[in-house]
T-cell receptor, first 113, second 116 residues
Framework: DQQVKQNSPSLSVQEGRISILNCDYTNSMFDYFLWYKKYPAEGPTFLISISSIKDKNEDGRFTVFLNKSAKHLSLHIVPSQPGDSAVYFCAASETNTGNQFYFGTGTSLTVIP | DAGVTQSPTHLIKTRGQQVTLRCSPKSGHDTVSWYQQALGQGPQFIFQYYEEEERQRGNFPDRFSGHQFPNYSSELNVNALLLGDSALYLC???????????????FGEGSWLTVV
């Protein structure tokens, strides 16, 4: 049972435009969420996190939005750069039970120069 | 500040053999988790070690076992390898009860295991 879903396997965006990556989850007990970026042949690199006590968190060009009622989060990248081309994973955990994270299947982002 | 380091980076094993993968956590971290990532999938949680004990376990058979040492480094052992065990094995470290940064986990580069 996939508790975290990324329904878009791929996304293409022009350089300088906004990239929006989406993630849905089913477990209402999840209260901590992470986004990772992964290049081929490398491990995932942490990008940004958000706790359920917030609905938005920003870090430079990256902003994560959390809609708890819809069990949905999104990652916005503005402006998108060719170096952002990678696979993006969202992950969720229920902190009271430790930090076992459940990952989506990833979205492959291509930023076109 | 050393990040999470894993070894070996690549290895090939024969079905039925055993494999040991190693991980050193990020400096200052005391908790190690192991994940399996098959092609086209997201990482799947195998188990987590803290204070040299297995604290949580995902839906993996007993063929998958681990160990954590006093210096917080960890090993993942897989016995009786199956073709389906071919995957990228990721080690992630974190600091239990960490600061406001929450329970963010940091990954190593992974160990690519191919079972033939």
């Amino acid at each position: 049972d996939q508790q975290v879903k990324q329904n878009s396997p791929s996304l293409s965006v022009q350089e300088g435009r906004i990239s929006i990556l989406n993630c849905d989850y089913t477990n209402s007990m999840f209260d901590y969420f992470l986004w990772y970026k992964k290049y081929p042949a490398e491990g995932p690199t942490f990008l940004i996190s958000i706790s359920s006590i917030k609905d938005k968190n920003e870090d430079g060009r990256f902003t994560v939005f959390l809609n708890k009622s819809a069990k949905h989060l999104s990652l916005h990248i503005v402006p998108s750069q060719p170096g952002d081309s990678a696979v993006y994973f969202c992950a969720a955990s229920e902190t009271n039970t430790g930090n076992q994270f459940y990952f989506g299947t990833g979205t492959s982002l291509t930023v076109i120069p | 500040d050393a990040g999470v380091t894993q070894s070996p980076t690549h290895l090939i094993k024969t079905r039925g053999q055993q494999v040991t993968l190693r991980c050193s956590p990020k400096s200052g971290h005391d908790t190690v988790s192991w994940y399996q990532q098959a092609l086209g999938q997201g990482p799947q949680f195998i188990f987590q070690y803290y204070e040299e004990e297995e604290r949580q376990r995902g839906n993996f058979p007993d063929r998958f076992s681990g160990h954590q040492f006093p210096n917080y480094s960890s090993e993942l052992n897989v016995n009786a390898l199956l073709l389906g065990d071919s995957a990228l094995y990721l080690c992630a470290s974190s600091l239990r009860g960490g600061p406001d940064s929450g329970n963010t986990i940091y990954f190593g580069e992974g160990s690519w295991l191919t079972v033939v």
